[in-house]
C-alpha cells in the first residue's frame, strides 16, 4: 500500500513559481513510478507529469520548459517545481503512483491517489 500526502500549493501571481510537495509512505516507494495529474474546475482530469525511480521524466506538452518533478528516494518524497505559472494552470494538483514501470497519461493506470492540494494562479 502507498500513502501520498501533498502540499505547498497556494496562491500566486501570473510568472511567479511553487513547489508542490508529495511525501510517499509505504515500504515499495522506489519501485512506483510516480507522477502529478491536476484538474480544474469544470475540466478533466489532465496529466501533468511522470517519473521512473532512476529518475527518467515524461512531460505533458502544456508544462514542459516550465515545470520539473524530481524524486528522493531516500526521503519518499516526490516534488514538482513549477515555474512561469499561467493562469491555466489553476487547479487541483494531484500526486499519483503506480506499480506500471511504462510511462502513462492515463489516470486509470494509477493505483494511489493523494487528496490533492490547490494551486491558484492570478493575472
Known amino acids: 500500500q502507498v500513502r501520498l500526502v501533498e502540499s505547498g500549493g497556494g496562491l500566486v501571481q501570473a510568472g511567479a513559481s511553487l513547489r508542490l510537495s508529495c511525501a510517499a509512505s509505504?515500504?515499495?516507494?522506489?519501485?512506483?513510478?510516480m507522477g502529478w495529474f491536476r484538474q480544474a474546475p469544470g475540466k478533466e482530469r489532465e496529466f501533468v507529469v511522470a517519473v521512473r525511480s532512476g529518475g527518467s521524466t515524461y512531460y505533458a506538452d502544456s508544462v514542459k520548459g516550465r515545470f520539473t518533478i524530481s524524486r528522493d528516494n531516500a526521503k519518499n518524497t516526490v516534488y514538482l517545481q513549477m515555474n512561469s505559472l499561467k493562469p491555466e494552470d489553476t487547479a487541483d494538483y494531484y500526486c499519483?503512483?503506480?506499480?506500471?514501470?511504462?510511462?502513462?497519461?492515463?489516470?486509470?493506470?494509477?493505483?494511489?491517489w493523494g487528496q490533492g492540494t490547490q494551486v491558484t494562479v492570478s493575472s
Open positions: 509505504g515500504p515499495t516507494f522506489n519501485n512506483h513510478v
Open positions: 499519483v503512483a503506480t506499480f506500471r514501470q511504462t510511462f502513462t497519461s492515463n489516470h486509470h493506470d494509477y493505483e494511489w
